[in-house]
């Protein structure tokens, strides 16, 4: 049996426009967001998707809405076990600022896999809920013959593409994500 999986990255907000550590700020997608989102539902009109999830971050379930309005039937689950990394104290602050105070701790921050983050997450971290989360989707698809659509965030994208293409912690932190971009999974079961 053959099942799709399809993850996609949140529409853009306004934090994403002006470069600012998002994390755990539940900010909703700006105008470009939402035409990005109503636009990835176009391109997405034709799949067969039978149950989408998303976190508990608005961002997110303003994306998934966006697609699964060609998917009426579809079943829309919630987990915040997939929200976006929490950057702790870096929460809010100016990425480009950031980067031009501390240039070399900008990367440790913004991309290491196991680098600390004062009241924050790592990608190490993230990966200890989503990749739970990823082991019980498995078993929902298969005891369900399913398929799924996944609204991710950036980084909890990022942990999926890992888990789904086996990948090793450095290629996982250069990975790269538009706004409203998607992956398309074919899983044999």
Not at 144 to 166: D, F, P, T, W
Request: glycine share 6%; proline share 3%.
């Amino acid at each position: 049996m053959k099942l799709t999986l399809i993850v996609f990255r949140h529409g853009e907000t306004s934090f994403n426009k002006d470069k600012i550590f998002c994390g755990w700020i539940n900010a909703p997608l700006n105008e470009t967001g939402i035409a990005q989102a109503k636009a990835l539902g176009k391109k997405l009109k034709d799949e067969k998707i039978d149950c989408g999830f998303c976190s508990d971050q608005v961002r997110g379930m303003q994306t998934l809405a966006a697609v699964l309005e060609y998917h009426q039937k579809a079943k829309v689950i919630i987990d915040h076990r997939i929200r976006e990394r929490n950057y702790g104290i870096f929460t809010g602050h100016s990425k480009i600022i950031f980067k031009q105070i501390f240039p070399r701790y900008y990367e440790e921050v913004h991309r290491g896999y196991h680098t600390a983050i004062p009241g924050g997450e790592n990608f190490f971290q993230v990966g200890k809920r989503v990749f739970p989360f990823m082991n019980d989707l498995v078993k929902f698809m298969r005891e369900n013959k399913c398929n799924v659509a996944i609204s991710a965030h950036g980084n909890s994208m990022r942990l999926i593409q890992e888990y789904l293409e086996n990948l090793s912690h450095e290629e996982t932190s250069k990975l790269e994500n538009s706004p409203a971009a998607y992956k398309k999974y074919c899983l044999n079961f």
